[in-house]
């Protein structure tokens, strides 16, 4: 018959042996997801921004969108910020796996990249197609895609009408819309950075010039 103490001394063995063989567990599949991201990563980039989540116990959080798929990450932590000298509203590079895209890594150790010299000095012209259009805040909300070495491309952009490929929105659906893309990150194009709502953001970033946005043209 076992005590008392020698009972609540089992347990507590037996509750540090599977803590054990979950920490285990845990790092191996951490290990796994790592070796599987680099076996294949592809590279694309985000744009961290902080935001105000109301009701929440952390007031400030750094929100990652990468543009592939609309993908989240998140930082929690004003500390965690200024640890890995983020910088606010720049263009980051980031790796995610082709074949498990909710697995990616920001790369932090990376400068920033300069978006307007990736398009002015390092990209190449392709034809894109324009998939819908519509009329929005006095511009034209054009969703396009694009293909580069069999990996479809795709992303929403606010452009003023005159660069659509027709004279009206409707008619400029399904028809083909030459692009700028980077050759270093193939989400990233002229027309997307273009878009009325981003240019103010890169203005105000980048301390970025009308003559600079000119080289998007």
């Known amino acids: 018959m076992l005590t008392l103490k ?14 054990l063989l979950f920490s285990n567990f845990y790092q191996k599949k951490k ?7 680099y076996q294949n990563q592809r590279l694309s980039f985000c744009v961290p921004y902080r935001y105000e989540i109301e009701g929440s116990r952390t007031s400030h959080t750094l929100y990652i969108k990468y543009k592939l798929k609309s993908l989240t990450n998140y930082f929690d932590s004003r500390n965690e910020i200024k640890e890995k000298n983020i910088q606010l509203n720049h263009y980051y590079p980031v790796i995610y796996n082709r074949k498990d895209s909710l697995h990616s890594l920001l790369l932090i150790n990376k400068k920033p990249i300069d978006p307007i010299a990736q398009i002015a000095k390092n990209s190449f012209e392709m034809y894109g197609k324009i998939d819908s259009c519509y009329n929005a805040y006095n511009s034209s909300e054009t969703y396009i895609s694009y293909t580069v070495n069999h990996q479809k491309y795709s992303f929403r952009t606010r452009i003023d009408s005159t660069l659509l490929p027709k004279k009206t929105i409707s008619s400029s659906v399904g028809k083909k819309i030459k692009l700028k ?35 998007l043209y």
């Open 6 to 19: 020698q009972k609540q001394f089992i347990g507590t063995l037996i509750f540090f042996i599977i803590m």
């Open 31 to 37: 290990k796994q997801k790592e070796k599987d991201l």
């Open 181 to 215: 893309v980077s050759k270093t990150y193939f989400q990233l194009n002229n027309l997307y950075l273009l878009s009325y709502d981003r240019v103010p953001d890169l203005k105000k970033t980048y301390k970025y010039k009308d003559e600079n946005i000119q080289l």
